[in-house]
């Protein structure tokens, strides 16, 4: 998952970056990064385990 399909994964459930940011525990600056893909100059890479929560989520709310 890149920054791309990060931001598409958001969108696609409705979510504002808020509450993206509530779902997976952290705080709406690192969701802007990782949208963005990176803070400031530097490159951000999304870590595997939030893009695991990210399918994880996913697959909750399909379900719901």
Do not use: T
Not at 36 to 64: D, Q, R, T
């Amino acid at each position: 998952m890149n920054s791309a399909e990060f931001k598409v994964w958001r969108k696609n459930l409705k979510f504002s970056q808020k509450e993206a940011a509530n779902k997976l525990g952290l705080k709406i600056r690192m969701i802007q990064y990782y949208e963005k893909g990176k803070k400031g100059e530097k490159s951000v890479k999304i870590p595997k385990y939030i893009k695991l929560a990210c399918y994880a989520i996913e697959l909750k709310e399909k379900i719901s």
